[in-house]
């Protein structure tokens, strides 16, 4: 039995739970909400490294409310992570708000998104893209062995 450890979209404590029970009927160890909300949470430093620190890749989309670019890739974002959670989880950056984390991950341009998994970046990629793009970026990535 494998098990796997990912945030709770609730109160962002790190759970660990078999692998096979990673589906959307999960719930928190602590809050006993569901452990996957199917929406993007927001990064904050009190949060980010445990939200980041999880087995189930983390697409965290770095943007800002000035952005342009940013603000119609909003709802991309936010469809796709109704549909893909809990396969891949969805963490939203406010480089503005979080200026250290967008400093700490040297972040010139926005959008920018960033996949992680057990805190480590996986692969990045600058600038907004359509939502059939957006899901095969994602897919192939979390498909990649460890
Ligand atoms: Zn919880």
């Not at 909400?33 to 929406?39: K, P, V």
């Amino acid at each position: 039995m494998s098990l796997v450890t990912t945030y709770c979209s609730h109160c962002f404590t790190r759970n660990r739970l078999p692998a096979e029970k990673t589906d959307s009927n999960a719930k928190c160890g602590r809050c006993h909400q569901l452990l996957f909300s199917h929406s993007p949470v927001a990064g904050r430093q009190t949060n980010f490294d445990a939200l980041i620190q999880s087995d189930i890749p983390v697409v965290v989309d770095f943007w800002a409310s000035w952005c342009g670019p940013c603000l119609q890739f909003a709802p991309v974002f936010q469809e796709i992570a109704l549909e893909l959670e809990p396969r891949i989880r969805f963490v939203k950056l406010d480089t503005e708000q979080e200026a250290a984390i967008a400093s700490r991950y040297a972040i010139r341009s926005i959008p920018t998104l960033m996949i992680f998994r057990g805190g480590q970046i996986l692969a990045q990629r600058s600038g907004s893209l359509p939502k059939s793009l957006f899901k095969e970026w994602l897919l192939s990535t979390a498909a990649a062995p460890k």
